[in-house]
């Protein structure tokens, strides 16, 4: 006899989804998501793809001239423009990807109210997009980099790459967690607005990292290096600007020390934030 009421072998109730897994199962379903947020972001643009070289060269040229012409920090820092637009780099994928992984389930409310897919699926996919825009901006970096000598070994090259995925996954992470609370509410989302101004006078993009040893005390410049920011943005000058031998400049005291914990930090954001969404995740039709 025929149990009707039993789950065809091979397919599972959407309420006993496995979260990342289900959406690393179903990538074709993301690719899709993927190309077609890149495709719209660029929708009716007269210079489409030019605007991801152009957004980086006008925020660098602007900083370059308050922070490095304006202040001096040209004649303080060899290299600045390398030194400046790394750390740009780095920190503006973090922002773009947390920032847009948050607004990301309200951004899709009528196709997560229509049909059933990981709603993971959409912070991820958010990280992954910032990652394709931000491929540009590494490639204006390592154009600069290379008209002033730049000649890295396989560690540095490394250190870019481990930068990259760190901060993806801590991005990822935030962004699954804001993106369920601010299903609910959507204070969450403007608290995140307010956060990412502030990441990137956190770590050392715009100054040195000495300029904050020297004015904090052991203890605080410890919980400095400790933000995964602080680390993935050193690993990032370590990767393009040290190659180029500026005077003066020296790694952030334990920098794989740090860069290590804070890529344990980012999977325990990554966890957390997958715990928290599961658990308010059966309220998002009902909120949305």
């Known amino acids: 006899m025929t149990d009707h009421g039993a789950v065809p072998s091979g397919m599972g109730s959407p309420a006993r989804g496995r979260g990342l897994i289900d959406v690393f199962r179903r990538r074709y379903l993301l690719t899709l998501i993927v190309n077609k947020e890149v495709q719209i972001r660029y929708r009716g643009s007269l210079l489409g793809w030019l605007w991801s070289y152009v957004k980086p060269l006008v925020q660098f040229v602007v900083f370059y001239v308050a922070l490095g012409v304006f202040l001096g920090l040209n004649k303080s820092i060899d290299y600045y423009p390398i030194y400046l637009l790394s750390g740009i780099t780095i920190v503006t994928f973090f922002n773009e990807a947390f920032s847009n992984g948050t607004r990301s389930l309200v951004d899709n409310a009528s196709l997560i109210k229509k049909i059933y897919l990981p709603r993971e699926m959409f912070p991820v996919s958010s990280v992954l997009v910032a990652g394709v825009n931000t491929l540009p901006q590494i490639a204006v970096v390592i ?6 000598g730049w000649t890295p070994s396989v560690v540095q090259i490394a250190a870019l790459l481990f930068a990259l995925v760190m901060v993806a996954i801590l991005a990822t992470g935030l962004g ?3 993106g369920a609370i601010n299903v609910t509410f959507r204070d969450a989302q403007s608290f995140v607005d307010v956060f990412v101004m502030f990441a ?3 770590s050392p993009v715009m100054y040195q990292w000495q300029m904050v040893a020297s004015e904090l005390s052991n203890t605080a410049f410890v919980l400095y290096r400790l933000n995964p920011l602080t680390p993935a943005v050193e690993l ?4 393009l600007w040290f190659p180029l ?6 790694p952030l005291p ?3 020390l740090y860069a290590s ?3 344990l930090v980012a999977l325990t954001v ?4 997958q715990a928290v969404f599961r658990r308010l995740e059966g309220r998002f039709a009902q909120d949305l």
Not at 245 to 250: I, R, T
């Open 143 to 148: 154009a600069v980099s290379l008209f002033f």
């Open 176 to 178: 699954i967690l804001f």
């Open 200 to 202: 990137i006078w956190a």
């Open 236 to 239: 990032f000058h370590y990767g």
């Open 245 to 250: 031998n500026p005077s003066g400049a020296q």
């Open 254 to 256: 334990d920098l794989w």
């Open 261 to 263: 914990i804070g890529f």
């Open 270 to 273: 990554l966890v957390l934030g």
